[in-house]
């Protein structure tokens, strides 16, 4: 679910420039998770619940997506961030160029916070009760 504020995809090799093109393009074995930031409108409490459940909805099933979370500020509770986790950056790029990437994430656009920019991050290291993971993706 990684868009720039302007709608753009997130990904290299888009036509326009992106906030992450240049994370992508440092291809990396292991999971990824993707964040965004977003905001309800002070005119539509709940609106960025609605959405995230909308678009999650239709992305059960994407090859690649281990799963996703909404997370809600617990200072400022009008924000939040969403997670997205996938199995590899090949299979993330793959959906996110692909055609129905815009429009099952269209709901959440035109909340996302315009002072945040969605990043990605690739797994490098995991630490569980009992220590470290002998594999980032140790989970």
């Known amino acids: 679910m990684a868009e720039s504020s302007t709608g753009e995809s997130a990904v290299a090799g888009s036509p326009a420039s992106s906030p ?5 393009e440092a291809e990396a074995g292991g999971r990824v998770r993707v964040m965004l930031w977003a905001v309800d409108p002070a005119e539509d409490q709940g609106a960025v619940e609605r959405a995230y459940h909308e678009i999650s909805s239709k ?4 090859p690649g997506l281990l799963g996703n979370r909404l997370l809600r500020s617990a200072a400022e509770p009008t924000k939040f961030a969403v997670v997205s986790e996938w199995a590899s950056m090949a299979e993330f790029v793959t959906w996110e160029r692909g055609a129905d990437h815009k429009p099952a994430t269209s709901p959440l656009r035109p909340l996302q916070d315009p002072a945040m920019r969605a990043t990605i991050f690739t797994e490098v290291a995991a630490y569980g009760p009992d220590g470290p993971f002998t594999e980032p993706d140790g989970f």
């Open 59 to 62: 992305l059960v099933g994407t």
């Open 20 to 24: 992450v093109e240049a994370e992508v």
